[in-house]
Every structure is written in C-alpha cells, then in structure tokens.
C-alpha cells in the first residue's frame, strides 16, 4: 500500500467519524456509530468504495431521475441528499487518482468554480438560509468528473459491460411513462424539501435517452440487439415530447456525422447511426395508429409537426412555455444588471430569478430554464467564465481525441468510446440552455461523470500513443530504425 493511499484511508476515517459526530450532536447517537462504521468501510474497501459510490449515483441519476434527487438521509432535522453524501464518500477516495493531464486540467477549474460558489455561498447562506445551499449545489456537484475518471482507470471494455445494463434499465423504465402515474401510486414517497414519488418521474430522461440511443449505435454492448434497444430509446424520446430533446438528438446525431474519415469502418459507423434512426422512426411510426398519450398530447405525426412549430413563433402545443422562458431570461438579465456588481459577481444564490413566478399547487419555479445564464446570475462573469473553461477543458479534448486518427482507429474500442462520450455530452450541454438541468443530480451527475471517463480514455490513449514509439524502436533492428529515422 502506497503511502498516498494510506493517507486518503485515514481522512476518509477522520472525515466520516467527524461527520458523524457533528450529524449526532443534534440527532441520535447512532449516527456516530454509521460515521465511525463508514470511516472503517472507507479504510478496508479503499478505492473499492469510490467505485461501489459512483455506480450507486449515477445508476440512480440516470434511471429515477427525479426521484432519485429527492432521496435523503435525515440529519439533524434536516435531509441530506444521498446524492452528495455518494459524492462526498466519492471524493475522498478518488480525489487523488485524477493525476492523468486532461484529468488534472479540468479537476483544477472544477476546484477554482467551487471556491468562487463556497465564497458566494458564504455570504448568501445567512440571509436565504438552505435555498443558498440548493442553489450552489451544481458545483460540488460537479465533482463527479472525478468519480468519472475514477472509474475508467479500469478500461473502457469494463465501463461498457457494466453500463449497459444501466442503459437497459434505463430503457425498460422509460417505456413505463405511460403508466407513470400507476407507477407513482405504488412507489414510496420520498422528499428533501416536499413529498415526491420516488417512480414515476420522468424529468431529465430526455437528456439520458439520446445518451443511450448513442451509445447502443456505437458501442454495440448487446450485439444486434443493440439496434432494436437505440430505436426504442428514440421512440421513448419521441413520447417524452421535448423540443430541447428533438435538437439534442439533432446535434448529437450531426456530431458524430461529422468526424473526419471517409474509409469503411467510417462508413460502418454511420450506417449504423442511419439504421438505428431509421429503426426508431419505425417503432415510433407504430405507435401512430395506437395514438398514446405523451407528454403533451397524442402520439401523431399532426402533433410533431405543431410542437416544432413553436420553435419558428408558431402557436402550438407547448408554446406558452416558450413564452415563460423568454420571460424569465429577461428577468435574470436585467436582475443581474440592476443589482450593484451583480454583472461581476452575481446576484448571489437563494434570490428568485424568475420574479415569484409559480406553478401548479404554489411550486416556485426560481430558476430561469437556462442553466448558462443561471450560473452567471449568480455568480457573474467571474463564476460563468469558469463554468465554461471547465466545459471546455472536457469536452474539447475528448472531442480531438475522438477526431484524431492516432487514437485508433474508429472501429477499435477506445476510439469509438470517445466517440460514445463526445456524442453523450451534447444531450446534457444542449438541454441546459433550455432546462434546470443541470440543477438536479439527473443533470450534474451523468454529464460530469461521463466527461471523467472521457478524460481518463483520453490520457489512457495519450500514455499508448506515447509509449508506442518508443516500443517499437526498441523491438526494431538497428538497420530499420535508421532507416525509418
């Protein structure tokens, strides 16, 4: 055992058995006894733990969606969301695996968004109390790049076998939304801050379908039967009825088009995308004659042809929202100009940035829809320039690789998971300019946790790239390697 991992077993014991403590002081004293049996598991399981917590948050993110943000583990009075207690156990055992470049980049900015939010926080949470604490969540959240690249440290091949299943679930479950109220009806009621079915609900799955229709197209982890799973994620989609979905799939779709390559395994991937399209639009065009019910209305083609529509300005299913969006975004903006250095610091998290407005039943809504424009409300352009700089430094270089001919070629595994993880960003990246996506850990947990596996694929095929050269000028004869020179 390396000293750097005796080190993070015995924090992972202090940290646990300190919160523990401090969670027991208001509640029972049984909750010392899970910290101290928590710090204990830490410290035999090690990196074991980190892996066991990361498929726990991002199998839960991805399948109950919702409901699954809304489980908590009472504490003191209050419920701590069983997402960023994963998240934390998480980090103090993979923290300091992300040493890899790409890795070490974007965990750096991850580190310095965080700071500007705990400092941001820190003047917010005396006045607005846990809305402040809600609201600054996203980035710890999005820590789990670091989850991510953790788990990818045991290969591609071995992320795929076990994600498949998550997506077979996921595809299983999402063909369920027309019964999600009987599913709602029969499942437990969970909540952190007001009661809420954990089944049944279906906010983010957009998001998590076109990531599974990509990844069944490129990956084939079923065989065949991976043709027939991504044309019933896109008929899912076509039942979710989301533009934001519709334009996600659009430009997923259209970056995996355009990688470079005109050769046959080239070719062999873009069939596979046509066919799995075109697969889908039959499943979906069965559904036509039977008509149920989506999100909005009737499965018909009349509808679809209404609901994109509303994107040109035209009245049609879904168009007041439209409307609300533009609203809100107005409200934001101006808020964050009005309020003194609001522009460079932000307005600050707990403050309703959409003016009071509600829904059904007296819900706030608070946020304006548009997570880029969130972030900078709240933390203005020093917080929003982070933001983005950290989206780059993953999403660039799992782009080049994925582009880059050295990686592989596009038939080989790393490639065509580079590939998958490009392509299963974009859904996540789009959606958050239309959604609070990525205020709920059905956002946040897939998109970072994918763009850590990204990151270390990305290093993994660097280190290969590497070494290579060098492998084959000592295994070559002296003659060649002059000659070569």
């Known amino acids: 055992m390396s000293r750097r991992e005796v080190v993070t077993r015995l924090v992972a014991v202090g940290a646990a058995s300190a919160t523990g403590g401090a969670v027991a002081a208001g509640q029972r004293g049984w909750l010392l006894a899970g910290g101290i049996v928590a710090g204990g598991l830490g410290l035999a399981l090690g990196p074991l733990l980190g892996v066991l917590t990361s498929w726990m948050a991002l199998s839960g993110a991805l399948v109950l969606l919702y409901g699954f943000a809304n489980l908590g583990i009472p504490a003191g009075g209050l419920a701590v969301p069983v997402t960023d207690v994963l998240l934390g156990i998480g980090l103090v055992v993979t923290l300091p695996e992300a040493r890899g470049q790409a ?54 091949d071995c992320i795929v076998r076990r994600l498949r299943w998550v997506f077979l679930v996921c595809a299983l479950y999402f063909a369920l939304y027309p019964v999600r109220d009987l599913l709602a009806a029969l499942g437990p009621i969970v909540g952190i801050q007001r009661p809420v079915p954990l089944l049944g ?29 991504a044309g019933a994620f896109l008929a899912e989609l076509l039942v979710f009825q989301a533009r934001g979905h519709y334009l996600a799939l659009a430009a997923a779709v259209t970056l995996v088009v355009s990688f470079p390559g005109r050769g046959g395994r080239e070719a062999r991937v873009r069939a596979r995308v046509a066919g799995g399209l075109a697969l889908g639009i039959l499943l979906a065009a069965s559904l036509f004659p039977l008509a149920p019910s989506g999100r909005l209305g009737q499965v018909t083609p009349e509808f679809y042809v209404e609901h994109v529509g509303t994107l040109l300005g035209r009245e049609g299913p879904g168009a007041g929202t439209i409307r609300h969006r533009l609203d809100w975004y107005r409200h934001t903006w101006d808020l964050a100009w009005r309020t003194p250095y609001g522009v460079f610091v932000g307005v600050g998290y707990g403050v309703d940035l959409t003016g009071g407005f509600t829904v059904t039943g007296g819900i706030p809504v608070r946020q304006p829809h548009n997570d880029y424009l969130e972030v900078f409300a709240r933390t203005g352009v020093i917080g929003l320039c982070l933001f983005i700089a950290l989206l780059a430094s993953i999403f660039l270089p799992i782009l080049r690789a994925a582009r880059d001919p050295a990686s592989g070629a596009p038939g080989t595994g790393e490639r065509r998971f580079l590939w998958w993880v490009a392509a299963g960003l974009v859904p996540y990246l789009v959606g958050a300019a239309a959604q609070p996506l990525l205020a709920f850990p059905y956002g946040t947990v897939p998109l970072f946790t994918f763009a850590g596996m990204g990151l270390a694929a990305v290093d993994q095929v660097r280190s290969a790239v590497r070494r290579e050269p060098r492998g084959a000028e000592a295994d070559a004869p002296a003659p060649s390697a002059r000659t070569v020179a």
């Open 201 to 229: 609900q279906y906010a983010g799955a957009g998001p998590a379908a076109v990531a599974g229709f990509m990844f069944m197209l490129l990956l084939r982890p079923f065989g065949r039967w991976s043709v027939l799973l």
């Open 103 to 156: 890795g070490r980049r974007a965990v750096r900015l991850w580190l310095a968004l965080a700071t500007v939010a705990a400092v941001r926080l820190g003047t917010d949470a005396p006045r607005f109390g846990l809305l402040a604490v809600r609201d600054a969540l996203m980035p710890a959240e999005a820590g789990f790049l670091v989850l991510g690249y953790h788990l990818a440290r045991a290969g591609t």
